[in-house]
Nanobody
Framework: VQLAESGGGSVQSGGSLRLSCAAS????????MAWFRQAPGKKREEVAL???????SYADSVKGRFTASQANRQSMVSLQMDSLKPEDTATYYC????????????????????WGAGLQVTVPT
């Protein structure tokens, strides 16, 4: 599985950005998909975990501001980020994992093992 992110950049506080992730090499009918981020000096954290059925689990810090979606049988995953704050500044990563029969599998951050290269999102103070 190969993941390639696009979008990102720098935006003023309160602005919006949209990240996209193109997935290729998908061999199963469905995958767990996710967005993570890592700020300088901090651990990588989950932003949005997307179940194969489309349900999404968001980090508390982004609820109500970020919206994750998938299309084209998960070959394209997006993250719409609104009302951006300086604390959203980070490198954002697209991630994927093969699902299992356990319904909550995709909502476990540790299961993801395919990663994109990441892209920078900057919200200046």
């Amino acid at each position: 599985v190969q993941l390639a992110e696009s979008g990102g950049g720098s935006v003023q506080s309160g602005g919006s950005l949209r990240l996209s992730c193109a997935a290729s090499g998908l061999t199963y009918s469905s995958y767990c998909m996710a967005w993570f981020r890592q700020a300088p000096g901090k651990k990588r954290e989950e932003v949005a975990l997307i179940n194969a059925d489309g349900r999404v689990s968001y980090a508390d810090s982004v609820k109500g501001r970020f919206t994750a979606s998938q299309a084209n049988r998960q070959s394209m995953v997006s993250l719409q980020m609104d009302s951006l704050k300086p604390e959203d500044t980070a490198t954002y990563y697209c991630a994927a994992a093969e699902p299992t029969n356990f319904g909550g599998f995709c909502f476990q951050p540790g299961v993801y093992h395919y990663w994109g290269a990441g892209l920078q999102v900057t919200v200046p103070t």
